[in-house]
């Protein structure tokens, strides 16, 4: 029963970051550094409503998530996404990330964390 409460509270949390970090962040701009990483990787011209088609894209995710539809699908669509992001971050905008290059090690954490919570401990769930 505790493994069951860890799974979905852990999967709310990390639907809630990508919830957070595409309405707040990006779809009602209280976090302008978001549309500058976008403005200095895919230029300035259409940043605005880049940066809102990824936020809404992050929602989507998140809702996604929540539904728990097709999780492993979801899990490793969402560590290809974070690892593809955090690289490009970290090669041609570290001076815009909050940690520097440190964010990797939190985009590693939240990697870890999805990884862990469907592929490890959904399994062990599963074998209950």
């Not at 440190?102 to 490890?120: K, R, S």
């Amino acid at each position: 029963m505790t493994k069951t409460i860890f799974y979905k509270t852990l999967t709310l949390l990390i639907g809630f970051v990508w919830l957070i970090n595409g309405l707040i962040c990006k779809v009602l701009n209280f976090v302008p550094r978001h549309q500058e990483i976008v403005s200095e990787i895919l230029g300035s011209a259409n940043a605005s409503i880049l940066t809102k088609v990824i936020g809404v894209s992050e929602i989507c995710m998140a809702i996604w998530i929540f539904s728990g539809i097709k999780s492993r699908y979801n899990a490793i669509l969402q560590i290809a996404i974070i690892a593809t992001m955090n690289i490009l971050e970290f090669s041609l905008v570290p001076h815009l990330l909050l940690w520097g290059r440190f964010n990797i090690i939190f985009a590693t954490l939240m990697i870890l964390t999805i990884y862990y919570n469907e592929f490890v401990l959904s399994k062990k769930l599963d074998e209950s």
